[in-house]
DNA sequence: CACAACTGAGTTGCGTGCAATCTAGCTGGC
DNA sequence: GCCAGCTAGATTGCACGCAACTCAGTTGTG
């Protein structure tokens, strides 16, 4: 856990917490997979489906500040969406550069059907339920902590 | 919050596993950026070398199988390290289908100054240790659980 | 030995992530 | 009213991930 120049500070690859996570990440993402192929939608699709089904009508940068995306992933992602005929994308508001994003009848019904996404992972993990919300807190406080600021190493 | 079909599993956003793990998994490769880029690496790149630091000289079968990541994504990966003269690619085994994957010496020089990128994780993030700790191990956890096999959801 | 089945890497196509840049629209100072 | 500066999205370029496919090389069977 220290490290000057001389001691090595355990750099074996299954003791990182960066790895732990990518690879978690990543295994999370191929469980709800199956699942998500029947909805026709991608992982991070999924994500903004969510968002958009808690609340809709905002803008793009309301959405990116709760999915910690910025436009150039929403952007082309939205499109895709509204090619789908799940979300629209209107751009007449009092201020013209915002465009809001809002559900489609289509869009809105799919909800319906994402709750078996989530039974999905249930199936395919050998976590228990606590184990699971303790690991969610962890990720969630984990991402609220210090955002997007300079990095370290002056 | 409750949709018919009986009972609506919380599809609120911040409530989902996926997405804390999705997000905090962005965030610590974010966290790692700046230090890895005055090493010019990417991240999965650093992973890579990490795997290759603990032991070299495997195909590229074997890392992936360690990485959990597959040809597709590894070899044009390896191709830019061996472009930046990291690594080397032989074909010359008896096993002809083999690429046995060799660290050169700048690549093992390259391991020296990769000590200083963990600590750049421990200057931005909330988390003590004991966190950090559990995190690590749950994560883990999770992705040895069952390996990509078929979906749910039949 | 001949040949089908298998295997290890590589390639292709598509959808992210994200930095950097561009563009259209708004806003404040004069 | 005018123009510099700001802001919200969109676009561009590059590097993943991963499914699907190709290709070279090996192995098992007769």
Redesign the pocket.
């Known amino acids: 856990m220290c490290n000057l120049y001389g001691v090595q500070p355990d750099l074996a690859l299954d003791h990182q917490l960066c790895f732990a996570l ?1 690879a978690a990440s ?1 295994r999370v ?2 469980a709800y ?1 199956p699942a998500l192929d029947d909805l026709g939608l ?4 999924y994500l903004v489906m969510l968002a958009l089904w808690e609340r809709d009508g905002v ?4 959405l ?1 500040e709760r999915l ?13 969406l509204e090619q789908r005929g799940l979300v629209t ?1 209107r ?1 007449d ?8 994003i809002l559900l489609t009848p289509q869009g809105d019904a799919l909800r319906d059907r994402a709750g078996q996404v989530q039974d999905c992972l249930a199936g395919q993990v050998d976590l228990g339920p606590e184990q699971l919300g303790a690991l969610r807190d962890l990720a969630r406080a984990l991402v609220n902590s210090t955002p ?1 600021s300079d990095g370290g190493t002056p």
């Open positions: 990518y990543r993402q191929q997979r991608t992982y991070p699709q803008g793009v940068g309301e990116g910690h995306l910025d436009s150039g992933t929403l952007s082309p992602l939205l499109r895709r994308r751009r508001d009092p201020d013209g550069r915002r465009v809001e997007r």
